[in-house]
């Protein structure tokens, strides 16, 4: 008996473990959605393709080697390679040869395509980081949206348990004959607009997790439940101007870094398309031997001897000078150059939007921690004067509809100091992002 007891108490443990609901953090979500977006999964293809592409440029530097082998057979006049003389005998023939190719000079050509997709693969990493970043901070906004609404639940309850108290009190007091029916109506409204104030926040909430679970490719049918933020950090402007963050950005930011390997991409795409006007140098050599027999089942010239006797080598140089292919190098220059200019252009003004960025940034962190601050002086002034409105309805100095009026000041009050700090957190995040704190700490 003592037995199946503990039995049945560990399966109720595990159970109850089981049916535990894994709350996420800020960090959990982020890495969670940088791990399964698709966006950075194919980032990573990306990236392995531009790998793959580096390694053949540089393989293409190389010198080539080819080996060949061939079979014939003669049937009729053919070419004795004994004698050098043409034979009615029929014959068989191998020959054997091994040849390389190396390009000495072709104006550059291959060496800076090699160096093209070398970049190519450092924008690869850029990029990758780029996508990263953008994914952790859009799950970030989302996070701290549901952050909001399942705050302003709580409020919401917190003010609905309020007025149904104030009812139940009213109500009491009307009975006594202290109150009147039209305040027991006043409160009666007031209690049912705050329970729909408190159904509509949970719907907002139920709408932001699923927002939240998209932005992170979360299983859209199993439930998610977020973890509260650290709200005990300190709400302060900066001290750092926007162009002090910007010039600092630009060294390590995968922004800023995306436009300068670009840029560099369509540098030597230019540089390697002129090469393509110069002439081409190529170096090639090679090594062959063979053996012959006739076929009527004469004597022959054993195969090992043959194939050391016949074995012959060759040395050669061969260069190559575009004349005229139909403008195509031309215009393909032509094509190269401004393909340059475009370059150009976007790395200016990634750089602008970039600053721009950085300044509304620091504007909004800023903005929001005075709106903090005047928001907490006007949520602690609003809740003392709720409770003083309180006593004084109790006392029948003032009317439901002042008591009601009340309420919702300290409602809004409350709300809007709740968006202030949540909007500063977010805003301050992204300004230490630009100031080179990842959004996911290890």
């Given at each position: 008996?003592?037995?199946?007891?503990?039995?049945?108490?560990?399966?109720?443990?595990?159970?109850?473990?089981?049916?535990?609901?894994?709350?996420?953090?800020?960090?959990?979500?982020?890495?969670?959605?940088?791990?399964?977006?698709?966006?950075?999964?194919?980032?990573?293809?990306?990236?392995?393709?531009?790998?793959?592409?580096?390694?053949?440029?540089?393989?293409?530097?190389?010198?080539?080697?080819?080996?060949?082998?061939?079979?014939?057979?003669?049937?009729?006049?053919?070419?004795?390679?004994?004698?050098?003389?043409?034979?009615?005998?029929?014959?068989?023939?191998?020959?054997?040869?091994?040849?390389?190719?190396?390009?000495?000079?072709?104006?550059?050509?291959?060496?800076?395509?090699?160096?093209?997709?070398?970049?190519?693969?450092?924008?690869?990493?850029?990029?990758?980081?780029?996508?990263?970043?953008?994914?952790?901070?859009?799950?970030?906004?989302?996070?701290?949206?549901?952050?909001?609404?399942?705050?302003?639940?709580?409020?919401?309850?917190?003010?609905?348990?309020?007025?149904?108290?104030?009812?139940?009190?009213?109500?009491?007091?009307?009975?006594?004959?202290?109150?009147?029916?039209p305040d027991v109506a006043e409160l009666a409204a007031k209690e049912a607009a705050d329970s729909y104030n408190l159904t509509r926040q949970k719907n907002l909430l139920q709408i932001s997790i699923i927002h939240l679970k998209e932005k992170m490719y979360f299983p859209i049918e199993e439930e998610l439940q977020i973890a509260g933020y650290d709200t005990l950090e300190m709400v302060a402007k900066t001290e750092d101007s926007p162009i002090d963050i910007y010039q600092h950005a630009l060294l390590f930011l995968p922004t800023a870094q995306v436009a300068n390997a670009s840029l560099r991409v369509g540098e030597l795409s230019y540089r390697a398309t002129k090469g393509l006007l110069l002439p081409t140098l190529t170096a090639h050599g090679g090594i062959s031997t063979g053996f012959a027999r006739f076929m009527d089942g004469s004597e022959y010239i054993p195969f090992s001897e043959q194939f050391k006797n016949k074995r012959g080598y060759y040395v050669g140089f061969s260069l190559s000078l575009p004349i005229f292919d139909g403008l195509a190098r031309v215009s393909n220059l032509k094509r190269s150059k401004q393909e340059l200019v475009i370059a150009r252009n976007q790395k200016e003004e990634t750089r602008r939007t970039l600053y721009s960025d950085i300044e509304q940034a620091v504007a909004d962190m800023n903005g929001q921690a005075d709106e903090f601050y005047q928001a907490d002086r006007q949520e602690e002034a609003m809740n003392m004067a709720h409770r003083l409105n309180l006593r004084k309805y109790e006392e029948g100095l003032i009317n439901a509809i002042e008591l009601h009026t009340s309420a919702n000041r300290l409602m809004q009050a409350r709300s809007e100091k709740l968006n202030a700090r949540l909007k500063y957190s977010l805003k301050k995040r992204l300004v230490d992002y630009y100031r080179g704190e990842p959004f996911i700490c290890e």
């Open positions: 008996m003592r037995k199946v007891t503990c039995v049945f108490l560990l399966l109720s443990i595990v159970a109850t473990l089981w049916s535990q609901t894994k709350v996420w953090t800020l960090k959990e979500c982020m890495e969670y959605a940088v791990q399964n977006n698709t966006r950075v999964s194919s980032q990573e293809a990306r990236n392995k393709i531009h790998t793959q592409n580096y390694r053949e440029a540089v393989a293409r530097l190389l010198p080539s080697v080819e080996a060949d082998v061939s079979a014939n057979f003669n049937f009729g006049r053919g070419l004795d390679s004994e004698t050098n003389t043409y034979t009615d005998i029929n014959s068989f023939g191998n020959t054997y040869g091994i040849s390389s190719g190396v390009v000495l000079f072709d104006g550059l050509a291959g060496i800076t395509r090699a160096r093209i997709q070398k970049v190519n693969a450092l924008l690869g990493k850029h990029q990758l980081q780029e996508a990263k970043d953008l994914t952790a901070y859009e799950t970030m906004e989302a996070f701290f949206n549901s952050l909001y609404y399942r705050e302003m639940v709580e409020l919401a309850r917190q003010q609905w348990q309020e007025s149904s108290k104030n009812l139940q009190r009213t109500q009491r007091m009307e009975e006594l004959g202290l109150k009147a029916s």
